[in-house]
């Protein structure tokens, strides 16, 4: 199943943003869904993550407090809002879906070996 990113684009330092991720099937679910990110010359990372429910959030230290992700299972998307955005947070950002319930170890959400599908990617730019 292919995931399909959406909301990427050249902000200012500052902005805010709201990326987008749904299932090219809708019909399609997942136990787990996250939002990892790549800069330039760096290995993917994760950011944050959500239950099939949207009960439960899990976000890195690093971007808590400006990065929150949400979900809406009616039409089966779930988000990743940006605010007070930094040159660093320039990065493509990838959504990604885990079938597996091992989301609470914290060692298995962020690797990216724990998700079996994956979207495009969607590249947020930020200027300063």
């Known amino acids: 199943v292919q995931l399909q990113a959406f909301g990427g684009g050249l902000v200012q330092a500052g902005d805010s943003l709201t990326l987008s991720c749904a299932p090219a099937e809708q019909s399609f679910s997942a136990i787990f869904m996250a939002w990892f990110r790549q800069a330039p010359g760096k290995e993917r990372t994760f950011v944050s993550g959500i239950t099939s429910t949207g009960g439960t959030t899990f976000t890195q230290d690093s971007v808590k407090g400006r990065f929150a992700i949400s979900r809406n299972n009616a039409i089966n998307t779930v988000y990743l809002r940006i605010r007070s955005l930094e040159p660093d947070d320039t990065a493509v950002y990838y959504c990604?879906?885990?079938?597996?319930?091992?989301?609470?170890?914290?060692?298995?959400?962020?690797?990216?070996?724990?998700?079996?599908?994956w979207g495009q990617g969607t590249l947020v730019t930020v200027s300063s």
């Open positions: 990604a879906a885990s079938s597996r319930r091992n989301y609470l170890s914290r060692l298995n959400r962020i690797s990216r070996e724990n998700y079996e599908y």
